[in-house]
Structure formats: structure tokens, C-alpha cells
């Protein structure tokens, strides 16, 4: 008895719930999409100074190893 009265509540109640929830539902996915591009500039910002502080000291380190390179083969 109690199984039929919960099947009549899904399928009578939860159809017209449904646009609820599908609008709720993209409305939660679209700020997750703005938290991931948030988290990704800040990722790229990170990437970008960290490139910038240790451009030159890398530079030098493979300016270093063609130099020895370069002295092997000669």
C-alpha cells in the first residue's frame, strides 16, 4: 500500500519539480564554470611570474650546457 502511494507521489509530484531543478542545475553549473576560470588565472598569473623571476637563471644554465657542448665537439 505504502509502495503504490510513493510511486504516485513520483510520478504525479517530481515532473513538475523537474524545470525547477533543471534551472537550478545549470544555475550551479554556470558558477562552477566562473570558479574554474578563476582558478585557472590564477594559475596562469602564478606561471606567468614564476617564468619572469626565473627566465635569466634559466637562460644561463643552457647557455652553460651548449658552451660545454660546443667545447666537446671542437
Do not use: C, H, K
Not at 505504502?2 to 553549473?29: E, I
Not at 570558479?35 to 652553460?64: C, H, K, P, R, S
Amino acid at each position: 500500500m505504502w509502495l503504490r502511494a510513493v510511486m504516485f507521489y513520483l510520478d504525479f509530484v517530481l515532473p513538475r519539480f523537474g524545470a525547477v531543478g533543471r534551472r537550478l542545475g545549470s544555475a550551479q553549473a554556470g558558477q562552477s564554470m566562473v570558479e574554474y576560470a578563476i582558478v585557472a588565472a590564477l594559475i596562469a598569473i602564478v606561471a606567468m611570474a614564476a617564468v619572469q623571476a626565473l627566465g635569466g637563471g634559466i637562460a644561463q644554465v643552457f647557455t652553460n650546457i651548449l658552451n660545454r657542448i660546443s667545447g666537446i665537439g671542437g
